[in-house]
């Protein structure tokens, strides 16, 4: 949206205060999302300056619809998800003044999108950049509301993603970030077969000045031994997968409707450490689901100790209505549901420390993000942006660039180092 704007002769303004038009691209998934969504607006409708326009975008305008006016009366355009790209036409017709306000521009379901596929492109600070391959999910995962607010898996076709990759490399990006709700899924609506292999092999041709190429959000059942070996093979794909698994005990995975075969992910795991033995593996868990007994949580917290994750992110579980498990209600107490959530994150602590005190004495590549009283900060292939850990260097880097690090010492999640030589 930023970038069809600025096309159109907008401009970012510094502050709210400074702006002619106020948009919020709002997350509905979960309660806490909603709240955080509907508190910006509320902030930012009731400091709004004569003649300023306030606009909700997003998923949480998709899955309430015209309710968020009544929660917010003083939005004056509302776009929902998959119309994204009317957002130029949406600021000209309030401008025009000639509408009333506010102006609904909600598709009647998610899956009534529109074309998606023209080129559109977000590039994040520190020469890192977010590829969006796919949106919407054909997963029946009980808890989620993703899929009814953004509809079914809709993959951009290959040519597309590859001329955005493109673009990415000619603004000096230096990692290409894979996401999309499944980006296992990818290429499914398209008749593809492994289609993100396919993108993979083609993406590392087309695009080889990009150093790293990251997968996130990958769905257990569906990590292919020909995704394992793409992976292995291509320098460029760096050696880190995102699997969320949201529980390991078959019962609660059984009732979240998700795959139960925790065999097939440690057999899975070892493959692909035996393939790529610097692995960094991540995963998502969700604590306090509906029925959550002490022994189902502790077959999770025993699975963290066989498979020692690099990374971990854990969740409680919010209770959404509309959502198959709304019919199991949300039978464990916030208390607990807070209790394991600290055990959890407690377990998954010393885990990771151990793994970054194995790191001490050697080198990694680190891609600088950011630097200030002579340290710089920044991130090797083990980290992903915002989600994983820092690494931290005793001198002032350029941003950007990728310069290899000695790692020097460790902490619970982040590394320090000091700078070994500037790649070329
Ligand atoms: S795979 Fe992810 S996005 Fe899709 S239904 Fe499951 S949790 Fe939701």
Redesign the pocket.
Known sequence: MAQLLQESGYQPAENPIEANFLIVNTCGFICPAIKESLHELNELAAHKTKGQVLIAAGCLTQRIGGDIAKQEPGIDGILGTRRWMDIVEVVERLRSGRYPKPIYHLPPSPTIGKDERGVHRVAIQGGSAYLKIADG?R?P?AF?T??SIKGTIVSRPIKAILEEARYLQKLEVRELILIA??TTDYGHDLGLQDGLVQLLEQLTTTVPEISWIRIMYT?PGFVTDRLIETMATYQQIVPYLDMPLQHAHPSTLRRMRRPTNMEWVSRTVEKMRASMPDLALRTTFIVGYPGETEEEFQVLLNFMDEIRFDRVGAFQFSFETGTASEALGDSVPAKLKQERYERLMEHQQTISLEKNLSMVGKTLDVLVEGYGDGLSIGRSYRDAPEIDGLVIVQDSLPIGEICTVRVTGAMTYDLNGVLETKQE
């Open positions: 999910c997963r995962c989620c993703i899929p709700q499944d769905y």
